[in-house]
Structure formats: structure tokens, C-alpha cells
């Protein structure tokens, strides 16, 4: 019995670490990504257990960061409408929980998403190759693996550049639908 308790909490504790873990706070946060100054990283990135919300926080050139989420909970259409909470798919800025009421909420194909579209656009091409990220974007749109193998890249890599290639795939379906 005393097997299965230690079992049990090694993997809870192991599990914890591939959560995502909130940044710390910091006296240099934005809420508007206009303010940002280039080069922009993605200090962290994640994603929630409520069904796959992501996160991520960024850092400029001058050290001011910005936390913000984008909203893929499972939450209902008709639960968010009577609880007020956002829309699924919503870029929620200035914070790293989709549950946090103080969030700015962009706009649908508004300004802030494209400026963290095209951070995001910048970063990717900045720290990786164009095989890399045709690959783990072919292996998004499919919901397939990605081959680690194939591109040269460690596990926490992969991860990293599988994370920032969903958000930016979902931020261009936002910013740029297709007729």
C-alpha cells in the first residue's frame, strides 16, 4: 500500500512539472503589445489542463514583459455566455489563466492579435529553421507527432516550437480566415 501512495504522489509531481507553471511577476508587465520592442522572446509557453488553453509570456528588448493567453478550454458556448467568460479561441492579455478577470481581451482579427501574431512569426523564424518549422506546422494541422528524430531538436525543443506553432496557426485563423 505504501508502494502505491509514493507511486502515486511521484506521478502527480511529475505531472505538475509539464503543467503549466505561472511566471513570476514582474514591475516591467504591458498589456499592450504595440508597446513591445524587437527583438520580442517567448520566455515560457504552455498549455492548461482545462482542455488545452495556452500560454505564454513574452519579453522585449527592454525587458518588459507580457503574459497572455489564448482561451481553449472545454467550457461550453452556453456556459461562457452565462458566466461571462470569454470566447473560446480569445487572446486574453496580461495574464497567464484564462480564468483571470483582469485579462484585456483582443478582438477577433483586432491589432493585438496581429502585433502577437507577427512576435510570434519573428521569434519562430529567429530560433528556428524553415524545415523545422514546416515540419512541426504539418505535424499540427495533421495532429500527428512530431518527428524529433528528423529535425534535430530535444524533447523540451519540440515541445517549445509545437506550443508557439498552434498559437500562431490559431492567431492566423483569427487575423486571416479563409473565403
Same mark, same amino acid.
Given at each position: 500500500?505504501?508502494?502505491r501512495c509514493l507511486t502515486g504522489l511521484l506521478?502527480?509531481?511529475?505531472?505538475?512539472?509539464?503543467?503549466?507553471?505561472?511566471? &513570476?511577476? =514582474?514591475?516591467? @508587465?504591458?498589456?499592450?503589445?504595440?508597446?513591445?520592442? /524587437?527583438? $520580442?522572446?517567448?520566455?515560457?509557453?504552455?498549455?492548461?489542463? *482545462?482542455? +488545452?488553453?495556452?500560454?505564454?509570456?513574452? /519579453?522585449?528588448?527592454?525587458?518588459?514583459?507580457? &503574459?497572455?493567453?489564448?482561451?481553449?478550454?472545454?467550457?461550453? *458556448?452556453? #456556459? @461562457? #455566455?452565462?458566466? +461571462?467568460?470569454?470566447?473560446?479561441?480569445?487572446?486574453?492579455? +496580461?495574464?497567464?489563466?484564462?480564468? *483571470? =478577470?483582469?485579462?484585456?481581451?483582443?478582438q477577433r482579427g483586432g491589432p493585438e492579435e496581429?502585433?502577437?501574431?507577427? !512576435?510570434?512569426?519573428?521569434? !519562430?523564424?529567429? /530560433?528556428?529553421?524553415?524545415?523545422?518549422?514546416? $515540419?512541426? @506546422? =504539418?505535424?499540427?494541422?495533421?495532429?500527428?507527432? $512530431?518527428?524529433?528524430?528528423?529535425? +534535430?531538436?530535444?524533447?523540451?525543443?519540440?515541445?517549445?516550437?509545437?506550443?508557439?506553432?498552434?498559437?500562431?496557426?490559431?492567431?492566423?485563423? @483569427?487575423?486571416?480566415?479563409?473565403?
Amino acid at each position: 500500500m505504501r508502494h502505491r501512495c509514493l507511486t502515486g504522489l511521484l506521478v502527480v509531481l511529475v505531472l505538475s512539472e509539464f503543467a503549466w507553471a505561472c511566471p &513570476p511577476e =514582474s514591475d516591467a @508587465r504591458v498589456v499592450d503589445p504595440a508597446v513591445l520592442v /524587437e527583438p $520580442v522572446d517567448v520566455v515560457s509557453a504552455g498549455t492548461h489542463r *482545462d482542455g +488545452g488553453s495556452f500560454a505564454a509570456l513574452l /519579453e522585449d528588448a527592454e525587458g518588459k514583459q507580457m &503574459p497572455f493567453c489564448i482561451d481553449l478550454g472545454l467550457l461550453s *458556448d452556453a #456556459k @461562457r #455566455k452565462k458566466t +461571462g467568460a470569454p470566447e473560446r479561441g480569445q487572446l486574453l492579455i +496580461g495574464v497567464s489563466n484564462p480564468g *483571470d =478577470s483582469s485579462a484585456v481581451r483582443g478582438q477577433r482579427g483586432g491589432p493585438e492579435e496581429h502585433r502577437i501574431l507577427d !512576435l510570434l512569426r519573428v521569434y !519562430l523564424d529567429r /530560433e528556428y529553421t524553415p524545415e523545422q518549422r514546416a $515540419v512541426v @506546422r =504539418s505535424a499540427c494541422l495533421q495532429r500527428e507527432a $512530431v518527428p524529433l528524430a528528423d529535425l +534535430g531538436l530535444n524533447s523540451e525543443q519540440a515541445i517549445h516550437l509545437r506550443l508557439l506553432m498552434q498559437a500562431t496557426i490559431h492567431l492566423e485563423e @483569427r487575423c486571416e480566415p479563409s473565403n
